[in-house]
């Protein structure tokens, strides 16, 4: 079993950058957020199957939202939950793109898929729940989800642009979850890592350490 690598956040915003550079999508140039294709860089761009089968395979750690299996170059995603992802549609997506980022961080040797890199030692196959506390790979496989989606520099220039319109407000954090097609919560926790915006309690904030001084202010 070889040990997965550490990648900086650095490096995982660049990973991200790249594969859309290589569909296509320079993010440098882009004007107005956008929803990432991400299932049409998945089927097309890497040649994923996405298939819609029962996973019933629930541990106290979570209920397992999709897998991924490398050998078969196919993704799985969990029917019991459709209603759920149809419902909302941007975690759906975020699922998707989880699944990409073990294929692109996590497959080893993709012409033969035989190393994959796992902590569950031999294990073959990724399964991905939905709890909050998460074995490093699926951490990184979130992290890259987070940035294939909403990508960094596209994030900035947004961020600015609303800034330079007066205070940030609730409902433009919607419009531009919408826009991005991701949940709102995806979207205040990239806000939050990229150090743009903080959101709290429906509060939007320039930082967390802003809304810190606002606490002990109000003490
Ligand atoms: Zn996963």
């Given at each position: 079993?070889?040990?997965?690598?550490?990648?900086?956040?650095?490096?995982?915003?660049?990973?991200?950058?790249?594969?859309?550079?290589?569909?296509?999508?320079?993010?440098?140039?882009?004007?107005?957020?956008?929803?990432?294709?991400?299932?049409?860089?998945?089927?097309?761009?890497?040649?994923?199957?996405f298939s819609w089968?029962?996973?019933?395979?629930?541990?106290?750690?979570?209920?397992?939202?999709a897998?991924?299996?490398?050998?078969?170059?196919?993704i799985i995603m969990n029917d019991?939950q459709?209603?759920?992802f149809?419902?909302?549609?941007?975690?759906m997506?975020?699922t998707m793109?989880?699944?990409?980022?073990?294929?692109?961080?996590?497959?080893?040797?993709?012409?033969?898929?035989?190393?994959?890199?796992?902590?569950?030692?031999?294990?073959?196959?990724?399964?991905?729940?939905?709890?909050?506390?998460?074995?490093?790979?699926?951490?990184?496989?979130?992290?890259?989800?987070?940035?294939?989606?909403?990508?960094?520099?596209?994030?900035?220039?947004?961020?600015?642009?609303?800034?330079?319109?007066?205070?940030?407000?609730?409902?433009?954090?919607?419009?531009?979850?919408?826009?991005?097609?991701?949940?709102?919560?995806?979207?205040?926790?990239?806000?939050?890592?990229?150090?743009?915006?903080?959101?709290?309690?429906?509060?939007?904030?320039?930082?967390?350490?802003?809304?810190?001084?606002?606490?002990?202010?109000?003490?």
């Amino acid at each position: 079993m070889s040990k997965f690598p550490y990648l900086s956040p650095e490096q995982l915003e660049n990973i991200a950058l790249h594969v859309l550079y290589d569909f296509g999508i320079n993010c440098d140039e882009q004007s107005t957020p956008m929803a990432i294709p991400i299932e049409e860089i998945i089927e097309f761009h890497y040649g994923l199957d996405f298939s819609w089968e029962p996973i019933d395979h629930f541990d106290s750690s979570g209920v397992v939202m999709a897998a991924i299996i490398p050998s078969q170059k196919k993704i799985i995603m969990n029917d019991t939950q459709k209603d759920l992802f149809s419902e909302k549609i941007g975690t759906m997506k975020f699922t998707m793109a989880h699944e990409l980022g073990h294929w692109v961080l996590h497959v080893d040797d993709k012409e033969n898929q035989q190393t994959v890199l796992s902590l569950e030692g031999d294990s073959k196959v990724f399964y991905c729940r939905s709890s909050s506390v998460k074995p490093p790979v699926e951490i990184q496989a979130d992290m890259f989800a987070g940035a294939i989606l909403m990508p960094k520099p596209v994030m900035q220039k947004a961020i600015a642009n609303l800034k330079s319109t007066g205070k940030i407000a609730m409902p433009s954090l919607y419009w531009l979850a919408q826009l991005l097609n991701v949940s709102i919560s995806a979207l205040c926790y990239r806000l939050k890592q990229l150090d743009l915006l903080y959101v709290r309690d429906g509060q939007v904030y320039n930082s967390e350490s802003d809304f810190n001084g606002q606490i002990a202010f109000d003490f």
